[in-house]
């Protein structure tokens, strides 16, 4: 990845990430890489999905990284416009795409969690202290 690439996505995370970001959600933000290693992508963004499903703080949380998901690959141009109009849209989008496209849109989807994990640390040890 870029060096510019690596900026706006550090860019996207720190817009993502609620203020304070308490030990819960550090912790929730630490498990989405590994959720996408070992389920991949769809099953994550399912996952994603139910849990924004809520009126609180952490469905809040999970409801804001769905739409970081969505607007990351949109932007690249993994996902069009119509495909990210709800969740349905999106997994169905997923599931239609060609290996190497999914492949590639996991990737992104990894980085960008990937950041949203290190600030989370960042932001929950600044926020302790």
């Known amino acids: 990845m870029s060096g510019r690439t690596e900026q706006q996505m550090a860019a996207t995370a720190a817009e993502l990430l609620p203020s304070p970001v308490t030990r819960e959600l550090r912790t929730r933000y630490r498990a989405l890489p590994v959720m996408l290693r070992t389920s991949g992508l769809a099953a994550t963004y399912a996952y994603i999905a139910a849990k924004g499903n809520g009126d609180d703080r952490l469905a809040d949380a999970y409801a804001r990284v769905a739409r970081g998901i969505r607007d990351r690959l949109r932007s690249q141009g993994l996902l069009s416009p119509e495909d990210t109009a709800d969740h349905r849209a999106v997994l169905r ?6 290996t190497p496209v999914y492949l590639r849109a996991a990737a992104e989807v990894s980085a960008l969690t990937i950041w949203m994990s290190r600030l989370a640390d960042a932001l929950h040890q600044r926020d302790e202290s």
């Open 93 to 98: 989008a997923l599931g239609a795409m060609d």
